[in-house]
């Protein structure tokens, strides 16, 4: 079942029979005013260095005993073989429960965007997936969607990675990211809620660093209720703020393994 170009009318893909998933040859895109369901059991494979770009209505249906696929048909798979699902600032949904995507640059990417979610996940989430393998797990520039229940690991760079962006990130398992980065790194005008997560396992639990160092630029994000441990240097790291000695961080009642700075 090859797939390529763009997706121009709403389209539902189906698991088929055993060992026929949908196999993405050329850069797919999803367009504005189309939209792609996936039901339980879909896989997509991508051979090559190829994109699924959302600008419609990405909807991932899976479920914990039959989740949706998205991973590299290459015979050794790797960090980086094709390039994630990109959302770009079109997009009008996007919807992904018990997904696993794997092998990817970014397992998922999101542009700037106004769409949110209050926690239905009925307009713009990631809930209940598995994000493992990829170069970054999560990458938020400019978009804020409900981030719970996934587990998002071995990610080689960081696991969840964030610019003037502020999601709900709750609930989460972020481990064994990489080893010199971080498991959510916080940047420019961020302002996440960051609760209930177990995050352990890279160099930072959750790193916090305005590249640009301006008052415009501070991110502010709310950390409670996390149980941070066993990340090689610091569990809650913050540096580079134009004004450090004026900053409160509101990062209360979370269980801390090391340290933070």
């Not at 990631?126 to 978009?143: F, H």
């Not at 941070?228 to 450090?244: E, K, M, Q, T």
Request: glycine fraction near 8%; proline fraction near 5%; aromatic fraction near 10%.
């Amino acid at each position: 079942r090859s797939q390529g170009g763009t997706i121009t009318q709403d389209t539902v893909w189906t698991p088929g029979s055993p060992n026929d998933p949908y196999v993405v040859n050329a850069n797919l895109t999803i367009a504005n005013g189309a939209s792609l369901i996936l039901l339980p059991g879909a896989e997509v494979h991508f051979p090559a260095d190829y994109t699924l770009q959302v600008d419609g209505e990405l909807i991932v249906l899976g479920s914990a005993a039959s989740p949706v696929v998205f991973t590299s048909s290459r015979a050794s798979p790797a960090v980086n073989n094709w390039q994630g699902i990109y959302v770009s600032s079109t997009a009008t949904r996007v919807v992904i429960e018990y997904a696993e995507i794997r092998y990817a640059d970014r397992g998922i990417e999101f542009a700037a965007t106004s769409l949110t979610d209050t926690g239905a996940c009925d307009t713009f989430c990631v809930r209940n997936s598995l994000i493992e393998n990829n170069r970054y797990g999560l990458y938020l520039t400019g978009a804020s969607p409900w981030i719970e229940a996934n587990t998002v690991q071995n990610s080689t760079w960081d696991g969840i990675w964030l610019a003037t962006s502020s999601p709900e990130i709750r609930d989460n398992t972020i481990q064994n990211n990489g080893s010199n980065y971080a498991g959510i790194r916080v940047g420019n005008a961020s302002h996440p809620i960051v609760t209930g997560n177990v995050i352990t396992g890279q160099r930072y639990g959750i790193y916090i660093y305005p590249a640009k160092r301006s008052a415009s630029n501070k991110p502010a994000p709310v950390i409670n209720n996390n149980g941070l441990y066993c990340n090689s240097s610091y569990d809650v790291y913050a540096y580079n703020y134009f004004d450090a000695a004026t900053i409160t961080l509101d990062a209360t009642v979370n269980s801390l393994g090391t340290t933070y700075r």
